[in-house]
Antibody, heavy 122, light 110 residues
Framework: EVQLEESGGGLVQPGGSLRLSCVAFGFTSGDYWMSWVRQAPGKGLEWVAK????????YHVDSVKGRFTISRDNAKNSLYLQMSSLRAEDTAVYFC???????????????WGQGTTVTVSS | QSVLTQPPSVSAAPGQKVTISCSGS????????VSWYQQFPGTAPKLLIY???KRPSGIPDRFSGSKSGSSATLAITGLQTGDEADYYC???????????FGGGTTLTVL
């Protein structure tokens, strides 16, 4: 079965760091773009970061640039999100997702993990 | 303030049809593919539509997507109470070099 499983969430103090992981099952994650998407309590979806198959081309939403870094290890079928200088507004459920593409265009996210919760509070 | 604009809520009776709009600009919807997601409380989003109007396997044809210019629409026919959920549109924004989601629309089946 094709699925994604996130881990690494938890309670962290403002200014702290956390590393989220996402393992893919049932498919080769290295064949796909991959993304992180978050959802603050009671709010909508917010895309956080994307990374190409090669692990070199990557994009981050402006609000996390310089603080979060997406990376991947294709040998481990895994995706990561290194988060530092965490703020209260980073509190959210973080989902990893598999991207669909058509030639060079990103067309949607078809496989999602169940999410891992990050709470930033003192 | 989302780059893509969706109505906060829509409602319709069981069996009826409802449409959810998603308005953007030439830098996002106008020149990129639109996708739609369904989310129930406490669960992960589910892809309903990709590449503007394609359905993943397992998605019933009651769900359809369309795009015209810088706007996109999700249509749901034969509404069921089980369709009550939040719906989000999403696309790539070429100017921002970022993926963007709409603010989400809550569907109520009266």
């Amino acid at each position: 079965e094709v699925q994604l499983e996130e881990s690494g969430g938890g309670l962290v103090q403002p200014g702290g760091s956390l590393r989220l992981s996402c393992v893919a099952f049932g498919f080769t994650s290295g064949d796909y773009w991959m993304s992180w998407v978050r959802q603050a309590p009671g709010k909508g979806l917010e895309w956080v970061a994307k990374i190409k198959q090669d692990g070199i081309e990557k994009y981050h939403v402006d609000s996390v640039k310089g603080r979060f870094t997406i990376s991947r290890d294709n040998a481990k079928n895994s995706l990561y999100l290194q988060m530092s200088s965490l703020r209260a507004e980073d509190t959210a459920v973080y989902f990893c997702a598999r991207d669909l593409t058509s030639f060079t265009s990103l067309t949607g996210m078809d496989v999602w993990g169940q999410g891992t919760t990050v709470t930033v509070s003192s | 303030q989302s780059v893509l604009t969706q109505p906060p809520s829509v409602s319709a009776a069981p069996g009826q049809k409802v449409t959810i709009s998603c308005s953007g600009s030439s830098s996002n919807i106008g020149n990129n593919y639109v996708s739609w997601y369904q989310q129930f409380p406490g669960t992960a989003p589910k892809l309903l539509i990709y590449e503007n109007n394609k359905r993943p396997s397992g998605i019933p044809d009651r769900f359809s997507g369309s795009k015209s210019g810088s706007s996109a629409t999700l249509a749901i026919t034969g509404l069921q109470t089980g369709d009550e959920a939040d719906y989000y549109c999403g696309t790539w924004d070429s100017s921002l070099s970022a993926w963007v989601f709409g603010g989400g629309t809550t569907l109520t089946v009266l």
